[in-house]
C-alpha cells in the first residue's frame, strides 16, 4: 500500500466521523428582525452583527443556516428556538 493511498483512507475515516448537521432557520412573516436578531444572540450565542446578517439572509432568501455542529449540541438549540416562535430544522 502506497503512503498516498494510506492518507486518502485515513481522511475518509476522519470524514465519516465528524459529519456535521446545521440548524437552518426559515422566513415567516411573523416574527420581526428584532425578535429574530435577539433569539439569535441569546440562544446560538451570535454577535449582534452575525444575528443581523442572518436575519437579513432569511428575509431575503428564506433561510440560513445559522449554527453547525453534531446533532446532540444542535437538538436543543434548535429546540428554544422553535419555543420561541421561529422555523427552524436541523439537517
Keep these: 500500500m502506497s ?3 494510506k492518507i486518502s483512507e485515513q481522511f475518509d475515516t476522519l470524514t465519516q466521523e465528524e459529519r456535521l448537521n446545521e440548524i437552518v432557520l426559515f422566513n415567516d412573516d411573523v416574527n420581526t428582525f428584532d425578535h429574530v436578531i435577539e433569539s439569535l444572540v441569546a440562544i446560538c450565542n451570535h454577535t449582534h452583527e452575525q444575528a443581523e446578517q442572518c436575519a437579513l439572509l432569511v428575509h431575503y432568501k428564506g433561510k440560513c443556516t ?3 455542529g453534531s446533532y446532540d449540541e444542535l437538538e436543543p ?3 428554544r428556538l422553535l419555543e420561541v416562535g421561529l422555523s ?3 439537517v
Design 3 to 5: 503512503i498516498k493511498e
Design 66 to 68: 445559522v449554527k453547525t
Design 77 to 79: 438549540l434548535c429546540s
Design 88 to 90: 427552524a430544522e436541523i
